[in-house]
């Protein structure tokens, strides 16, 4: 069962570090009113363009730079990085320690996760273009293998 929670680990690790939130401006032959063409989020880092040519004008903001300037939606971000910590440090520990308590912890923080993503998709503006990208799907495949193991380690334990 070890495994499982092994794949499940790096299937959630692996959406921290892909973007979860693309968002393009719908008419290049028009500009933005906040004079970007798009965005590209992560829990941690936003890259976006002001050209409508992708090699120009790239901005690149970090952690706290990126948070900062986010205004509503940047309790969300933080909290979200936070629970993705600590999902990866909960999944270190349920690989040693297989105990069910871990493994549904692990269900509600994934799940949180997810809603915090789509939260935050909800509550960018809507004259963009958004789509969800791999790090928000990744998030799916590693709930249902955190469940999986939960109740196989349940059935194991009657």
Known sequence: MRFLVIFACAFFTVSIFMPFLQMSWPNPSFPSPSGTWGSIYWSFKKTEWTSAFLSDGIREAWFADYWGREGVIMPV???????????????????FRVKPYFLILLVGLNVFTTFCMWLISYMLDPLYNESFGYGFWFTFPSATLYFADFLLSRKRRA
């Open 77 to 95: 971000l933080v909290v979200m990085f936070g629970f993705q910590l600590f999902t990866v440090f909960c999944s270190l520990t349920a690989i």
